[in-house]
């Protein structure tokens, strides 16, 4: 039986930092010429090959139609069901032709260390080529460069002390829900791992976290879900700043407001109206992130939104660096970043 606690947090208003304006005035619901991968970033992708987790939902779909239409060379897709990492595949070969990208679809729990390994060993070896039982199976493409941390959780809205613990924690790695199993921090951590492990040497790399808005505020009765994705702000910057001297480009970002499964299991019925973007936005923010990286490297580490308009971001780089903008502090106890020795 739900509390009246439990039923007053299911309208109660998030509650957001003061002046919290959006940083551009333009905000975008739907994918436009600048980020569309049959506008402005045609071909942008073109010989790229990509990773993406949590594949088979809404955002995830998208993401590959996006890498897929804008030229990727290999696409590497992974989620815990093959049948609906088959339906994306043909989605994909429907869309762009059979012969014009290589997919790979791989069922892997990314919670799972041994799942984890066996997924990159399958993506390809660190010399870009397939081990000998899976070159018959896939060719020979170069091994991934960029990787999309796609997937993510959310409980549902109740006070802590109402809470499943079970539940609540595995927000923090791996829960099982109608209709799909997702992950957050743990299945963020452990392709990251595996794949900066592998690709050290290699020219350039990419990381993209998916983070939320939700890092942003407080939505009382979300006490799981939203210090996870503050935390995936604070992983991004880790990755960025420990990898400086490799050129990891490492992104935080926010697809938009978008009604998928999982915001259907953890958000109250009439958020609905509220979540108006489309994956196709997410789809064309994260293809540029990844393929204009002298436009976007102003940006590596930090935190960013799927819905800002790209040349209001732009316009904005140096005020962005200057002042140490979207980094995920304590407001009143901003330090300044810098690199080198530290006294402890």
């Not at 333009?26 to 990773?51: E, F, Q, R």
């Not at 998208?62 to 897709?77: M, P, R, S, Y």
């Not at 921090?185 to 990419?206: A, H």
Request: with cysteine; aromatic share 10%.
């Amino acid at each position: 039986m739900t509390s009246a606690l439990a039923r007053r947090l299911q309208t109660t208003r998030p509650i957001g930092p003061p002046n919290a304006d959006p940083l551009v005035k333009t905000l975008h619901h739907d994918v436009y010429p600048a980020i569309s991968p049959t506008g402005d970033l045609a071909n942008s992708a073109k010989g790229m090959s990509i990773l993406i987790t949590g594949a088979t939902g809404g955002i995830g779909n998208a993401a590959a139609l996006a890498f897929a239409l804008a030229g990727a060379e290999k696409i590497v897709l992974t989620s815990r069901t093959q049948s609906t990492l088959n339906d994306i595949e043909k989605k994909i070969f429907k869309t762009v032709g059979k012969g014009n990208v290589n997919v790979i679809t791989v069922a892997a729990d990314i919670t799972n260390k041994t799942d984890v390994e066996r997924l990159f060993d399958e993506a390809g070896d660190i010399d870009g080529e397939y081990p000998d039982d899976l070159k018959c199976r896939y060719g020979s493409s170069a091994f991934p460069l960029v990787l999309i941390n796609n997937a993510g959780t959310v409980e549902k809205i109740l006070p802590i002390h109402e809470s499943d613990p079970d539940e609540w924690w595995k927000v923090q790695e791996v829960v099982r829900f109608p209709p799909m199993p997702l992950v957050n921090i743990k299945g963020t951590y452990l392709p990251t791992r595996e794949f900066l492990k592998r690709n050290l040497d290699r020219t350039q790399l990419t990381v993209i976290n998916t983070s939320s808005f939700a890092s942003m505020f407080t939505r009382p009765g979300h006490s799981s879900y939203q210090p996870t994705k503050s935390q995936i702000n604070r992983f991004t910057e880790f990755i960025h700043f420990e990898y400086l001297e490799y050129n990891v480009r490492a992104f935080a970002y926010h697809p938009g407001a978008i009604w998928t499964a999982l915001t259907d299991y953890g958000m109250p019925k009439h958020v609905a109206t509220l979540m108006v973007d489309t994956p196709e936005l997410a789809g064309g923010f994260l293809l540029w992130l990844v393929t204009q990286t002298e436009t976007t490297d102003f940006l590596r580490g930090r935190y960013v939104a799927s819905n800002w308009d790209i040349n209001e971001l732009i316009a904005m780089k140096e005020d962005i660096v200057k002042k140490g903008l979207l980094w995920t502090r304590v407001v009143g106890q901003e330090q300044k970043v810098e690199l080198g020795p530290v006294a402890w």
